[in-house]
């Protein structure tokens, strides 16, 4: 099964920006939509943002939109999400997954370890 590889994360101040990285295995990009999730502290999964395999058309949970941006370079078959305006509460871990498409949040592939963002105030 499938299984994503995340990066990026780290420690900003409230404010400040991360870009996080999703890389997944060739053609992967072509043929699945990608989706970011989150988990915070004590919190169920989030899924927060979606860009679609056949279009690149994008969906943000309203606690990220205008925020958060959602991209992808299927040459180097990674997506991208670019965090602004970080705030304490975006404190997580970050994951990403393949799923069919971006009606909702459904994961397909399997949890890789994620990578931690901590903002502090």
């Known amino acids: 099964q499938e299984q994503l590889v995340e990066s990026g994360g780290g420690l900003v101040q409230s404010g400040g920006s991360l870009t996080l990285s999703c890389a997944a295995s060739e053609f992967i990009l072509d043929y699945y939509a990608i989706a970011w999730f989150r988990q915070a502290p004590g919190e169920g999964r989030e899924g927060i943002s979606c860009?679609?395999?056949?279009?690149?058309?994008?969906y943000y949970a309203d606690s990220v939109k205008g925020r958060f941006t959602i991209s992808r370079d299927n040459a180097k078959n990674t997506v991208f999400l670019q965090m602004f305006s970080l705030k304490p509460q975006d404190t997580a871990v970050y994951y990403c997954?393949?799923?069919?498409?971006?009606?909702?949040?459904?994961?397909?592939?399997?949890w890789g370890q994620g990578t931690q963002v901590t903002v502090s105030s």
């Open positions: 997954a393949t799923q069919f498409d971006c009606d909702g949040f459904s994961p397909l592939s399997s």
């Open positions: 860009i679609s395999s056949s279009d690149g058309s994008t």
